[in-house]
């Protein structure tokens, strides 16, 4: 496999919770905007249910290398790459909790989203999907059970 960089951006520290991502919601499908440490941001679509994965031009935006003629999937679903999660600048941005929490680099169309977070990045955690406020949150867990959670307003 290719090597890749590490990113020069320090971690932003873990903010209290609950916490409200830096997200949009476009035609009820919610989108996490990060930025990468150069300035650009990536556009990164949330499916609960799916993969985790960064398009060729997301890698592109991170900085990181990859080969385009190399495969390592199949010929319907090819991969140029495999990267480790990256540091993102600006807003926090969690990174998944499995142990596993590498992202898969594969080409995507240019007016497609630059990577996806999927099932490993959703798990273990509680969260509120808001869509009359467009708002994506990243709730507290009480007690220490599985489903348990406790919604707190914002102060504002």
């Known amino acids: 496999l290719a090597t890749f960089p590490v990113l020069a951006a320090e971690p932003v520290a873990t903010p ?3 916490y409200t991502l830096p997200a949009t919601m476009e035609h009820h499908r919610f989108f996490v905007e990060a930025q990468a ?3 650009e941001v990536l556009r990164l679509f949330t499916d609960s249910g799916g993969g985790m994965n960064l398009t060729t031009r997301g890698a592109d935006k991170l900085g990181l290398s990859y080969d ?3 495969n390592l999937g199949s010929e319907h679903e090819p991969i140029h790459g495999m990267a480790s999660w990256p540091v993102y600048a600006g807003p926090w941005i969690p990174p998944p909790k499995s142990a596993d929490t ?3 680099i594969m080409p995507g169309p240019g007016w497609m989203h630059d990577g996806m977070l999927g ?8 969260w509120e999907w808001d869509y009359r406020a467009g708002t994506l949150r990243l709730l507290r867990k009480e007690g220490g059970r599985s489903g348990a959670w406790k919604r707190e307003e914002d102060p504002s």
């Open 16 to 18: 209290q919770l609950p």
């Open 37 to 39: 440490p150069g300035g």
């Open 68 to 70: 385009k003629d190399q």
């Open 102 to 104: 590498r992202l898969a």
């Open 119 to 126: 099932t490993a990045w959703f798990g273990d955690r509680t």
